[in-house]
């Protein structure tokens, strides 16, 4: 992304998380939820990674059962409605303003979460930072003729192309998913890494 990229994008999310009580609402996401179990029972620790955290919805879920959370995202007026949700529920959630686009992982996590965020170039690196058994839960916008509008097709991914970006790594593919008719379209899964 070029700097005027990065800011116009700053600028966008900074205005709808200001606006908006919350953009994606206050449930984790289902997905997340309807597979915590399993999840619980995979993770080689607690340490996890929330990508493009926004307000914290998932960052505040996953710290309510433990985890010891770093959320990055874009904007700042986001990671602030974070910080007084997360003080509102008594947990800590490392909030941090990064530019996904310029990330590079320094650490190890046991869990990477991205939720509401497509950026392809971060998969390979989510999966090198994931400790030995890691997981990686993956739910996005999915192209389809009912996603709606504005969504620039570079941030869609296309039929199919999720399980083949995870079959390229060591590892196994858990509980896909493709939902092409939902109101919001999205494809899923859980990766697992050797």
């Known amino acids: 992304m070029h700097k005027d990229a990065g800011e116009e994008c700053l600028l ?32 080689p620790g607690r340490k996890a990674l929330d990508i493009a955290c926004g307000e914290g919805r998932n ?13 990055l995202d874009i904007s700042e007026a986001g990671l ?15 909030y941090q303003m990064e530019n996904l686009e310029q990330f590079e992982f320094t ?15 971060l998969i390979p690196k989510s999966v090198e930072a994931l400790s030995p058994g890691g997981i990686i839960i993956f ?6 003729p009912f996603v709606p509008t504005p969504h620039k097709k ?6 199919g192309e999720l399980v083949n970006i995870f079959k390229g ?9 493709e939902r092409l008719h939902d109101e919001m379209p999205t494809a899923k899964l859980i990766f697992r890494k050797k």
């Open 12 to 43: 966008k999310w900074d205005a709808r998380f200001r606006t908006e009580a919350c953009v994606l609402g206050t449930n984790p996401s289902r997905y997340l939820v309807d597979n915590i179990d399993l999840i619980m029972s995979l993770v």
């Open 59 to 71: 960052s505040i879920y996953l710290a309510k059962r433990g985890f010891q959370v770093t959320g």
């Open 80 to 94: 602030e409605k974070g910080r007084q949700w997360m003080e509102r529920e008594g947990v800590h959630i490392d």
């Open 107 to 121: 650490g190890q996590y046991d869990l990477i979460l991205n939720c509401n965020f497509l950026l392809r170039e």
């Open 139 to 144: 739910d996005t916008l999915l192209d389809s």
């Open 154 to 159: 570079e941030f869609l991914l296309q039929p």
């Open 169 to 177: 790594f060591p590892g196994e593919i858990l509980a896909p998913e």
